[in-house]
């Protein structure tokens, strides 16, 4: 599996940002996708996770309402909009694939883990 993430960059606080990430080299619509976030100095910490068909997700309490996770199982790829941005969302974003049943939160959840991308909200 190579999950490729795009679509970070430098917005002011308020704005908006759309994540992407591309999947390859299995069957996209057998992997529970999520995102996940890693600011300096800190631990890597889940932002929102969806399963496989793309009916249910869950997110992390600080997002709700201004983040939604989506996926586009005959393009191969899973978004995170992300709205009302604070400055305290500024980390490096990745997405991860995990091959399982139901939606998980943990890192240990996943095995795939794509490079990331840098998301800096200034105020």
């Known amino acids: 599996v190579q999950l490729q993430a795009s679509g970070g960059g430098l917005v002011q606080a308020g704005g908006s940002l759309k994540l992407s990430c591309a999947f390859s080299g299995r069957t996209f619509s057998m992997y529970v996708m999520g995102w996940f976030r890693q600011a300096p100095g800190e631990e890597r910490e889940f932002v929102a996770a969806?399963?496989?068909?793309?009916?249910?997700?869950y997110s992390e309490d600080s997002v709700k309402g201004r983040f939604t996770i989506s996926r586009d199982n005959a393009k191969n790829t899973v978004f995170l909009q992300m709205n009302s941005l604070k400055v305290e969302d500024t980390a490096i974003y990745y997405c991860?694939?995990?091959?399982?049943?139901?939606?998980?939160?943990?890192?240990?959840?996943?095995?795939?883990w794509g490079q990331g991308t840098q998301v800096t909200v200034s105020s």
């Open positions: 969806i399963s496989r068909s793309g009916g249910s997700n």
């Open positions: 991860a694939a995990a091959s399982r049943l139901t939606i998980g939160a943990r890192k240990s959840d996943y095995a795939y």
